[in-house]
């Protein structure tokens, strides 16, 4: 296994604990072939020559199971396998953003996340952004890409690791 997908699996671990909370979805082949199915840009990869260095996924949804989700109505897995594919979209979900720690700083997750929102928004009338943040970093970015995009934020304010 390549040295920064090593660590890339690690950092994922680490942040977000997903072992711990079945709640949050985890990320593996079945979800992000659906993923790709809601729209080509939900994942983005960032590679420095040396395998991935960053990895952010946004997922379009609608307001409607946006709201849910910020009232705890349902969890984040429960958001992605009710956003169908196909329908029309009015909000997106910064899910993650995951940057090695020599590249964080450069905006690199940020200009990731406004490129796939933008590539979102050529068919989708996106209106609000949202955010369950891990850390203050995370908040940050969320904060500085709704600016940027002119979005509505609105952030889920509980601890991790607590399922709904």
Known sequence: M????????????????VKNDPGQLNVDEEVMERLKQIHPATLSEYDDGNGPAAWVLVLPTTKALMNDFLKGVINERQ??????????????YLCSAIVLP??????????????????IMEQHDILSLF?????TGGESLAQSIAGEMGLELLLLRKPHGNVF
């Open 2 to 17: 390549n040295e920064n997908l090593a660590r890339m699996l690690l950092l994922v671990d680490e942040v977000f604990d």
């Open 79 to 92: 958001l992605a396998e009710f956003t169908l594919p196909c329908v029309s979209y009015d909000a997106v």
């Open 102 to 119: 020599e590249h964080r700083r450069k905006g690199i997750a940020k200009d990731m996340s406004v490129n796939a929102i933008k590539a």
């Open 131 to 135: 955010c369950w943040p891990f850390t």
